[in-house]
């Protein structure tokens, strides 16, 4: 089940965590950012994910313009995920995130 964003919202960050909402959506995002990459090849660099659910996700990150999905017409089909000049907008913010996140776990010990 998908759900809705209010694309209307007075609050940019309401707006922001709207679409980046989802478990996997900012580990997706991490590895599109890297380039483009196949739906199996990305099932398998997130582990734990089922397939319904990477679906699901890529299909929410393309219905908000930040990734694109190129289907090639080879039997069988092969479809490939990238980021879109939006997505790839965000790469400053997941390399800060990541930053952050290594500067967390030094500290924490």
């Not at 582990?47 to 219905?63: A, D, F, G, P």
Request: aromatic fraction near 6%; include cysteine; proline fraction near 5%.
């Amino acid at each position: 089940m998908s759900k809705s964003i209010n694309l209307e919202s007075d609050c940019p960050m309401n707006l922001t965590i709207n679409i980046l909402s989802g478990k996997w959506k900012l580990a997706i995002l991490w590895h599109l950012s890297r380039g483009t990459i196949r739906f199996n090849e990305l099932q398998r660099t997130l582990n734990n994910i089922t397939q319904k659910t990477l679906t699901m996700q890529l299909r929410e990150l393309e219905r908000d313009e930040i990734i694109c999905r190129k289907v090639y017409p080879e039997s069988p089909p092969r479809v490939e995920y990238g980021l879109t000049k939006i997505g790839e907008s965000m790469q400053p913010i997941l390399s800060a995130m990541c930053e952050w996140g290594k500067d967390y776990k030094n500290l924490k010990g």
